[in-house]
């Protein structure tokens, strides 16, 4: 079994643009907090909490799968 070079290079690039999404969405979640009515505030921390957490864990787990051959 042979690592993949383009899904290196997608991981390698979505490595450098994952901060600046995480970044620009924590910008607007705090810009618009405070407008919002306390369920959709929930919900939207909520989205923004798991969806970071998956993406991080799927970047990690890219790389040691991809690089390790597993």
């Known amino acids: 079994v042979l690592s993949s070079l383009p899904l290196?290079?997608?991981?390698?690039?979505?490595?450098?643009?994952?901060?600046?999404?995480?970044?620009?969405?924590?910008?607007?979640?705090?810009?618009?907090?405070?407008?919002?009515?306390?369920?959709?505030?929930?919900l939207l921390f909520t989205a923004f909490l798991i969806l970071s957490l998956a993406e991080g864990s799927r970047l990690y787990l890219g790389y040691l799968g991809n690089l390790q051959e597993k």
């Open 8 to 42: 290196q290079v997608m991981l390698y690039f979505n490595v450098y643009y994952f901060p600046v999404w995480f970044l620009a969405e924590g910008i607007m979640l705090y810009l618009k907090y405070h407008l919002l009515p306390w369920h959709y505030q929930f």
